[in-house]
T-cell receptor
Framework: GDSVTQMEGPVTLSEEAFLTINCTYT??????LFWYVQYPGEGLQLLLK?????DKGSNKGFEATYRKETTSFHLEKGSVQVSDSAVYFC???????????????FGKGTKLSVKP | NAGVTQTPKFQVLKTGQSMTLQCAQD?????MYWYRQDPGMGLRLIYY???????DKGEVPNGYNVSRLNKREFSLRLESAAPSQTSVYFC????????????FGEGSWLTVV
């Protein structure tokens, strides 16, 4: 079945460091790919998404490129800030669940801590 | 900018008690979902509703029931709470017209003692 695997955390970085959080997926068909972020005590917020191969999603300095050949959707940011400390979830969106709608399959989440 | 609103935010239950988590969305979305989030497990789908009047089981439906009261509201009921249901519960909604992006509520922290 469809699945998402993302790197385990926690990840601890210094401010202004480069961030990569790896995400790979297994899916039939042509899923959409998402990164969600969860700040402490809050719900999940969509960070970025890509709906087809070679698409690049970007938001708030974060980027991820949908790589069909490597089945990957790695999250990157060139210079992290303390305010980026959160849990990041990679997710795969499929239209196959129930046959008539979209649903998300989540990775287990990667906790990022950024130190000043 | 309400989006998805769920209540209560925090609840402590005794084993065997029942309760209902309420969820409402104001985005006119057709699809609604209930997820639970447990440490190291990511989010797992409990139930979903593709449209008003329909509900279907997700990955972990045992011990839960749902009601899609109308297009806006989707409730989750625990009939006889168990400690294994201690979790954070998220309601969400989506619509095909928005590329199936799923929007989440802020979560309900439930502890069963």
């Amino acid at each position: 079945g469809d699945s998402v695997t993302q790197m385990e955390g926690p990840v601890t970085l210094s401010e202004e460091a480069f961030l990569t959080i790896n995400c790979t997926y297994t899916a039939t068909g042509y899923p959409s790919l998402f990164w969600y972020v969860q700040y402490p005590g809050e719900g999940l917020q969509l960070l970025l998404k890509a709906t087809k191969a070679d698409d690049k999603g970007s938001n708030k300095g974060f980027e991820a490129t949908y790589r069909k050949e490597t089945t990957s959707f790695h999250l990157e940011k060139g210079s992290v800030q303390v305010s980026d400390s959160a849990v990041y979830f990679c997710a795969l969106g499929t239209m196959n669940y129930g046959g008539s709608q979209g649903n998300l399959i989540f990775g287990k989440g990667t906790k990022l801590s950024v130190k000043p | 900018n309400a989006g998805v609103t769920q209540t209560p935010k925090f609840q402590v239950l005794k084993t065997g008690q029942s309760m209902t988590l309420q969820c409402a969305q104001d985005m006119n979305h057709n699809s609604m979902y209930w997820y639970r989030q447990d440490p190291g497990m990511g989010l797992r789908l409990i139930y979903y509703s593709a449209s008003e009047g329909t509900t279907d089981k997700g990955e972990v439906p045992n011990g839960y029931n749902v009601s899609r009261l109308n297009k806006r509201e989707f409730s989750l009921r625990l009939e006889s709470a168990a400690p294994s249901q201690t979790s954070v519960y998220f309601c969400a909604s989506s619509d095909r017209g928005q590329g199936n992006t799923i929007y989440f509520g802020e979560g309900s922290w439930l502890t069963v003692v």
